[in-house]
Every structure is written in structure tokens, then in C-alpha cells.
């Protein structure tokens, strides 16, 4: 299924006004997780209250540790800090990388805004080596975008 086929699929799970929020984000990662081979752990973190944090929210893929991840920790950490879309396209090049499993190859992180303001992001775990290019770039953030409506 191509990015262009999903993205009113998110649309329709974003405004169906029948589901809490956290139900429409669930639905958004089983979405992306069943549809595109190469998203194995797809999930949403948010800024935790005031704390200099991220909570984990609906994700769907092996469970993780990684519940709370201070700004600046990890790639989800370094985004909260910095505003801008990380592509990791091998995570064992990088530093800064908390480790979810010893299977994820690489991982993108892209943020959510509303009133200009990064309250979360949409991270993506793939156990495929280097499988991210700026298609998906694109269509994550048309995700985010359409989350932001919601949130």
C-alpha cells in the first residue's frame, strides 16, 4: 500500500468523532504498522506535563521499557530538544540511542506541533537496515500534521 493510499485512511480514523483520542492514535499505528513492511514499532510520545520528559502514548510493536525519556535522551529525547525530523538510518552509528530491542535497524522520529509548540512525536522502529527515505518523511509528517487537529 503506498503512502498517497493511507493518508486518507489517517484522515478518517483522525476525524471519526466516535473514538477517544488515544483510540485514534492506536488506530494510526496499527494503520502504519500493518500496511508499510518496514514500520515494526510504530508509536506516539508526548511531552509529560511541564517535566522536561516524554510519556510513552498508544503504540502497537513489542512492548517497551522506554515509558518515560528525559529531553535530550535518545533520538525521541533529541527531538523534543531540537524541533526537527530525525532519520537514523543505522541506530548502532549513533551515540545517543536508547535501545528498545537488539532487532531495530533504524528508526525515525518526526514532531508534532500545535500553536507552533512540539508536544510530541511519532517514533518509528525498523528491524530493516536504512529503509527510510523522504517519502516517508513526507507522509509522517502529514501524519503529525493531521494528529496536531486532534490534540
Not at 508526548?46 to 503504540?59: H, S, T, V
Not at 525515525?108 to 525498523?126: A, E, L, T
Amino acid at each position: 500500500m503506498t503512502f498517497e493510499s493511507l493518508k486518507p485512511q489517517v484522515e478518517n480514523i483522525v476525524f471519526n468523532s466516535s473514538l477517544e483520542v488515544n483510540d485514534r492514535l492506536l488506530k494510526i499505528c496499527e494503520l502504519l504498522e500493518t500496511n508499510i513492511p518496514h514500520y515494526n514499532w510504530v508509536g506516539f510520545y508526548f511531552r509529560n506535563g511541564n517535566k522536561e520528559e516524554l510519556k510513552l502514548g498508544p503504540y502497537v510493536g513489542e512492548p517497551t521499557d522506554h515509558t518515560i525519556i528525559p529531553f535530550g535522551k535518545g533520538i525521541c529525547g533529541q527531538v523534543a530538544v531540537s524541533n526537527q525530523n530525525f532519520v537514523v538510518p543505522d541506530v548502532a552509528a549513533q551515540d545517543n540511542y536508547i535501545a528498545c530491542s537488539i532487532t531495530v535497524k533504524a528508526e525515525i522520529v518526526i514532531p508534532i506541533f500545535v500553536n507552533g509548540k512540539n508536544i510530541g512525536q511519532i517514533d518509528i522502529d525498523s528491524n530493516t537496515p536504512d529503509p527510510f527515505t523522504e517519502n516517508d518523511e513526507r507522509f509522517l509528517e502529514f501524519v503529525c500534521t493531521k494528529v496536531s487537529e486532534i490534540l
